[in-house]
Structure formats: structure tokens, C-alpha cells
């Protein structure tokens, strides 16, 4: 029984350059979130969503995009990285009638 | 928006001993309250969770307790374990209707250390 599934695990990249991560939800799940954490905090609320259309979006900037895929698997991308950027990048995904939130392992971005 | 603070930010207990972490939140329309624990380097897993027309839950060792009308909930391990050490974390949300929404606000986390 597959959990949520994220790649890479670990990256890094420079300032100024964009980066895309992936995220593949459990099995018959229909909602993914993204979720940054930095070290030492809980983590904040990006993106949601569900049946591949935009549910909800955090306090942060319009550098941070994500999508959906029909097959219900999603992408988030951050362009024009900054440092601040560092962080780990979890996403979540939930069947869309039930509320609990199930989390992958994430991928760790370094921003150099 | 929706704020939640979680204390204390370290917790250090023996083998046995009971330990317990509380939350806030601000925003009284949040019905959903979940926690998670993080051990180092992995994924946050729920552990327990309550809605908000229960006023307790149980399950083995945790319990989770809500106090709606003074916006608190926490977190109780009872006997606890080396392996329960991890970070913890509490959160809150608002879950609208029939259709699910991603969006928790957690807490800043409990650093938990159990000793042997």
C-alpha cells in the first residue's frame, strides 16, 4: 500500500533559478496539498488542490505555481529562488469526502 | 486568518510519566483538529485527530481533549515511551461541508524527549 510519494528527496539549487517538485497522492485520492516547512516551524499551507482545480492558495507569492494532473499526481514549481526558499517541501493528499490529511516524506531544497 | 499556538515548544519526561501539550486557535468557526507527530528527518503522521462535535477521543495511550468555548485543545500520552520522543504537532481547520479542504494551520511544534 503506496503513502504519498515526492521526488526528488533532496535538491539544490542557486538564487534566481526555478525548480519543480512532484508529488503522487495515495491510491484513490483526489486532493493534494503543498505544504513548506522550515526548520524548527510547522509547516505552512501553499496550495490545495482538488479534482485538479485550484482550492485553496497561502500567504505566499506569485513565484510559487502548482498544477494537477488528470491522473491526479502534481507539480510545484518556484521560480526566481531565493534563499529564504530553503526549506522542506512536503505535499499531502486526502480523499476528496474524508478530512485526513496523509503526508509524504518531502523533498529538502537548499538554495545556495 | 486562523492562528494556533502550541506550547510548551520542548517537553522532556521519564519513561512512564504522562505528558501533555495544549493548543489555541483563534478562529471559531475551525472544526477540525488534528495531530501529528515528526520524527527526525520523516514525515509528519497523524496520530489522532477530533471534530469538533466530540469533546474527547481516545485512542490506546493518546487522547485528545477540545474545549470549544475557550477555543483549546490538547494532546495526552499516558505510560510513555523512548519511542514516543519526536516533534508534535497540533493543528486546526475548517472543514466545509461535504467537500474536502487541504488547508490546516499547525501549531509551532513540541519537541517531546521521553528517557529511559
Known amino acids: 500500500d503506496a503513502g504519498v510519494t515526492q521526488s526528488p528527496t533532496h535538491l539544490i539549487k542557486t538564487r534566481g533559478q526555478q525548480v519543480t517538485l512532484r508529488c503522487s497522492p495515495i491510491?484513490?485520492?483526489?486532493?493534494v496539498s503543498w505544504y513548506q516547512q522550515v526548520l524548527g516551524q510547522g509547516p505552512q499551507f501553499i496550495f490545495q488542490?482538488?479534482?485538479?482545480?485550484?482550492?485553496g492558495r497561502g500567504n505566499f507569492p506569485d513565484r510559487f505555481s502548482a498544477r494537477q494532473f488528470p491522473n491526479y499526481s502534481s507539480e510545484l514549481n518556484v521560480n526566481a529562488l531565493l534563499l529564504g526558499d530553503s526549506a522542506l517541501y512536503l505535499c499531502?493528499?486526502?480523499?476528496?469526502?474524508?478530512?485526513?490529511?496523509?503526508f509524504g516524506s518531502g523533498t529538502q531544497l537548499s538554495v545556495l | 486568518g486562523e492562528n494556533v499556538e502550541q506550547h510548551p515548544s520542548t517537553l522532556s519526561v521519564q519513561e512512564g510519566d504522562s505528558a501533555v501539550i495544549k493548543c489555541t486557535y483563534s478562529?471559531?468557526?475551525?472544526?477540525?483538529f488534528p495531530w501529528y507527530k515528526q520524527e527526525l528527518g520523516k514525515r509528519p503522521q497523524l496520530i489522532i485527530d477530533?471534530?469538533?462535535?466530540?469533546g474527547e477521543k481516545k485512542d490506546q495511550r493518546i487522547a485528545v481533549t477540545l474545549n470549544k468555548t475557550a477555543k483549546h485543545f490538547s494532546l495526552h500520552i499516558t505510560e510513555t515511551q523512548p519511542e514516543d520522543s519526536a516533534v508534535y504537532f497540533c493543528?486546526?481547520?475548517?472543514?466545509?461541508?461535504?467537500?474536502?479542504?487541504?488547508?490546516?494551520?499547525f501549531g509551532q511544534g513540541t519537541i517531546l524527549t521521553v528517557h529511559p
Open positions: 493543528a486546526a481547520s475548517i472543514r466545509a461541508g461535504g467537500t474536502s479542504y487541504g488547508k490546516l494551520t
Open positions: 499531502a493528499s486526502s480523499w476528496g469526502q474524508r478530512e485526513k490529511l496523509f
Open positions: 477530533i471534530r469538533s462535535n466530540v
Open positions: 488542490y482538488y479534482e485538479k482545480e485550484e482550492r
Open positions: 491510491s484513490g485520492h483526489k486532493s
Open positions: 478562529d471559531s468557526a475551525s472544526n477540525y
